[in-house]
């Protein structure tokens, strides 16, 4: 059962923190108006330096810009890849306000929000509203998700139904290969990397009992020093592949351990 108690904290903390940190400028930096992307071409000494892509031009070996449509309606969409390993710690929770977040943003700043919640291989798809009790129905069914032996197949994240070019955040652990690429070509994608800190530095303990929380079956291996040292060099091969993936689809990202951290880096990573 949800921690129906626990879940109204979150959605009021979200609200909090959208209603005075992301207010007026800041508001308009994360989910304002001008991110809907309309072109990538040569850089012309008539247009403003400011919109020149510095990533793009450094691959291409001149000077490109990326266009935006600056006043048509913004549409916002949130993919969540929720599995078995959001039992650890309070990832789950984190996702939630990551999303709450997210949805009151645009709802502050009058935008469409749609959203999309892979609980293991099950697809939730809910409709683009500008109604603050949808979001919160989104919020809520997250909250109550059953996650013990569920798994994500990444392939289908990229059939998740989006016709119209979106401001796309997909929010999960991405502790698996995913290939965002083809998302990232016709939508402007933002990656926000859900972690526990244990995940990416587990203490040794003899007497743990292992399991996998995607199969929730028991893991045979000893915890040893050595075999954690080989899962963490592992993990960080696993981020650079990710990172460098990331890099060449120009797709941003942003990597979150606590709530109280998430506006500051979302901040830090609409800042031009």
């Known amino acids: 059962m949800p921690n129906i108690k626990n879940n109204q ?12 940190h992301l207010s007026g400028g800041n508001m308009s930096r994360i989910l304002g108006h001008g991110y809907d ?22 691959k291409l070996g001149q000077p490109y810009v990326k266009k935006m449509h600056e006043e048509r309606e913004l549409n916002v969409a949130v993919c969540s890849l929720i599995d078995g390993r959001f039992l650890l710690g309070e990832k789950l929770e984190l996702l939630e306000y990551v999303v709450a977040v997210l949805g009151y943003s645009a709802y502050e700043s009058n935008e469409l929000f749609s959203a999309f919640t892979f609980v293991g291989e099950e697809l939730k798809r809910y409709e683009a509203t500008k109604n603050l009790y949808s979001i919160e129905k989104v919020l809520k069914d997250i909250a109550k998700s059953e996650l013990l032996g569920q ?19 997909i929010i999960g652990d991405f502790l698996d290969p995913v290939d965002l690429s083809v998302l990232a070509q016709k939508h402007e994608v933002v990656v926000i990397m859900v972690r526990d800190e244990v995940e990416e530095n587990p203490l040794l303990s003899v007497d743990a009992q292992l399991v996998n929380p995607q199969t929730n079956e028991l893991v045979h291996q000893t915890l040893s020093r050595k075999a954690l040292e080989h899962y963490r060099v592992k993990l960080l091969e696993h981020d650079r592949f990710l990172m460098e993936h990331f890099y060449q689809h120009n797709i941003r990202y942003v990597k979150v351990y606590k709530s109280d951290e998430l506006i500051r880096k979302l901040e830090g990573l609409f800042t031009f």
């Open 9 to 20: 904290t979150i959605l009021l903390k979200a609200k909090e923190d959208v209603y005075t």
């Open 37 to 58: 992307f309309a072109e990538l071409r040569e850089y012309d000494t008539s247009d403003d330096i400011r919109h020149i892509s510095w990533i793009n031009s450094a």
């Open 151 to 169: 798994k994500i197949d990444y392939s289908k994240v990229l059939d998740i139904g989006l016709e119209s070019k979106h401001l796309l955040f």
